[in-house]
């Protein structure tokens, strides 16, 4: 069996059937990996979601911040859509709600004991082990499934922005959405800054990429994840970063986890601009 982890595909199906045709792709053997982001922006996210779901066993899918947006959308947690949202056809699609229920239960994070191997979608805290990061995710989890509305309507906003045992409802809530879904940048005390969005080198002392935080209480974990595409493919400090900006008119990449980690990609024309 191989395990395939995929980066963020937003809508883009052509180029995600494209990708599994280019990695040979069997169900019989193989085991896929997304790192969220199925949705929104590329022109196919019904397309997608269902031939995500169609995997069956064969995917573990976490959830992406564009994830978590449609169904704030579904569950009418969010009143409007955004100017760049391509949502409308999975929302008035006749299967939106198999589809959405099973978007509904994805997790937030998951983990592969026996190969050390931790999926999430952003980014992680220094101060959050693994089993710490699989914890805080179900929560979240537990919350999102028992009543959709209570944590969709209260994940929106940048505050908290720092960790701390102590926080808790919906303040703890959001920042644990937050960190998976959303982080690219943080201080080493754990302070998140969720606003930038470009290369590294924009952001000013004491702001780093998250995975380069000296001692990160999660480096024993290969941390596999997207979100980032200013960013592109990344391997080092344990981490595999997969988010090559499909959808901006970059590439749809694929790493076998159980082997060199080199990059197959599928290039795309891009549907929308970085401004958009």
């Not at 899918?61 to 100017?83: E, I, M, P, Q």
Request: proline share 5%; net charge negative.
């Amino acid at each position: 069996m191989a395990r395939f982890a995929i980066g963020d595909i937003q809508g883009c199906a052509e180029e995600l059937r494209q990708l599994l045709e280019r990695i040979s792709f069997n169900a019989d053997r193989d085991q896929l990996w997304f790192v969220g982001d199925l949705v929104n922006r590329g022109p196919h996210s019904l397309e997608v979601l269902r031939d995500v779901r169609a995997l069956g066993d064969n995917a573990v899918v976490v959830l992406g911040n564009h994830d978590l947006h449609l169904l704030a959308l579904a569950f009418g947690a969010r009143a409007t859509s955004k100017s760049s949202d391509t949502l409308a056809e999975v929302l008035a699609a006749p299967d939106r709600d198999r589809l959405l229920e099973w978007l509904l239960h994805r997790p937030l994070a998951h983990f592969d004991s026996e190969r050390g191997d931790l999926l999430i979608h952003a980014g992680l805290v220094p101060q959050w082990t693994c089993p710490m990061t699989l914890s805080l995710a179900h929560e979240v989890e537990a919350v999102l499934r028992k009543d959709p509305r209570v944590l969709l309507t209260r994940m929106y906003g940048d505050q908290p922005d720092r960790w701390s045992d102590e926080l808790a409802g919906v303040e703890r809530w959001r920042f644990i959405v937050n960190v998976l879904t959303r982080l690219r940048m943080c201080t080493t005390d754990g302070r998140v800054e969720l606003k930038i969005k470009g290369r590294p080198e924009e952001a000013l002392w004491p702001l780093r990429p998250w995975f380069e935080i000296t001692r990160r209480r999660s480096a024993d974990a290969r941390v596999v994840f997207g979100h980032w595409s200013a960013l592109g493919f990344v391997s080092s400090h344990n981490v595999l970063g997969l988010d090559t900006g499909c959808v901006w008119g970059g590439a749809l990449t694929a790493v076998n986890l159980d082997d060199v980690p080199s990059p197959l990609s599928i290039p795309c024309a891009g549907y929308q601009t970085p401004d958009d």
